[in-house]
């Protein structure tokens, strides 16, 4: 596990170089990249093109908080993803819009440009928040943001999760139903399980985001399940998963808790010891586990 009192920052161009150099030559089954101090996009350009996996990220929109001055050059960072993207790999861009005087529509925006990019629209998912604090007066509370799963190419790997069904066991089920509109029914076995829906619910806020308390320190943190779903679907072990404005940490914790390497930036040093000390937590979890 990478050492959680040291902070590497890729601002510096030494710095930068000779990290990158570690991450060229690491192999799939080396232990995680870790976490940084650095600027996304100039962080992409030296990164090994077609090199990650999946990516997990939720990205500021709207200037709606204060990212502690960072300025979000949305085009260049889509650019950089599709560049270190593999072919087959996923993008899953949580984002909403901002709510004021109408909707911004920045969602739709930024989507429709993955696509001009080269980017694949896979699919729009939901996501919806259980407990929604803003109420609006003259309209539905807004309860939810939206999940773009983006591909370049055809997904190398989808592991649907699945959800119980109402109804299991045996009935009888209708079977060759005709023009005549006569139902003729067989005995027959109803699955006990099926994949979910592309509408995924999570809790908020402290005990249904996380039960970190640290993680709260940063404005806008999204639920660990929310991230864990996406890195099980979509990634198996070993494979690499990117937050490049990671936050609090909690995509790559995520993918670390379930044996994927990982590898996140931020530009604030203070969120990147955030991230560390959560997945510090997790790694001391693994090895009480094993004493």
């Not at 909707?103 to 739709?108: A, D, G, V, Y």
């Not at 023009?179 to 908020?204: F, M, P, Q, R």
């Not at 379930?258 to 991230?275: M, N, V």
Request: one cysteine or more; a positive charge.
């Amino acid at each position: 596990m990478q050492d959680n009192n040291n902070l590497v920052d890729f601002n510096d161009v030494q710095t930068r170089e000779t990290e990158m150099k570690k991450i060229s030559n690491n192999k799939p089954n080396n232990t995680p990249l870790g976490l940084y101090v650095a600027d996304c996009v100039t962080y992409m350009k030296d990164m090994p093109a077609e090199s990650v996996d999946l990516v997990v990220t939720s990205p500021p929109y709207d200037n709606l908080r204060d990212y502690k001055g960072y300025h979000f050059d949305f085009k260049s960072i889509a650019l950089g993803l599709f560049k270190v993207v593999k072919n087959g790999g996923v993008v899953v861009w949580v984002i909403g819009d901002r709510i004021n005087g109408g909707r911004s529509l920045t969602s739709f925006r930024q989507g429709l440009y993955f696509q001009e990019i080269g980017f694949s629209m896979h699919d729009v998912m939901i996501y919806q928040k259980k407990n929604t604090p803003f109420m609006r007066s003259n309209a539905y509370t807004n309860c939810y943001e939206f999940m773009f799963v983006l591909s370049k190419g055809k997904p190398n790997t989808f592991n649907p999760l699945k959800e119980k069904t109402v109804r299991s066991g045996y009935e009888m089920l209708v079977h060759n139903k005709k023009s005549d509109g006569i139902n003729k029914k067989i005995l027959g076995k109803l699955k006990s399980e099926k994949t979910k829906t592309n509408i995924w619910k999570y809790a908020v806020g402290l005990g249904g985001t996380t039960s970190d308390k640290i993680a709260f320190n940063h404005p806008a943190v999204f639920p660990e399940k929310l991230a864990e779903d996406h890195i099980l679907t979509w990634s198996n072990k070993g494979d690499l998963v990117f937050d490049p404005m990671c936050g609090s940490g909690t995509t790559c914790k995520m993918a670390f808790t379930h044996e994927r390497r990982y590898l996140g930036l931020d530009i604030s040093e203070e969120y990147i010891k955030i991230a560390k000390c959560r997945i510090e937590r997790v790694g001391n979890d693994k090895m009480g586990r094993l004493l």
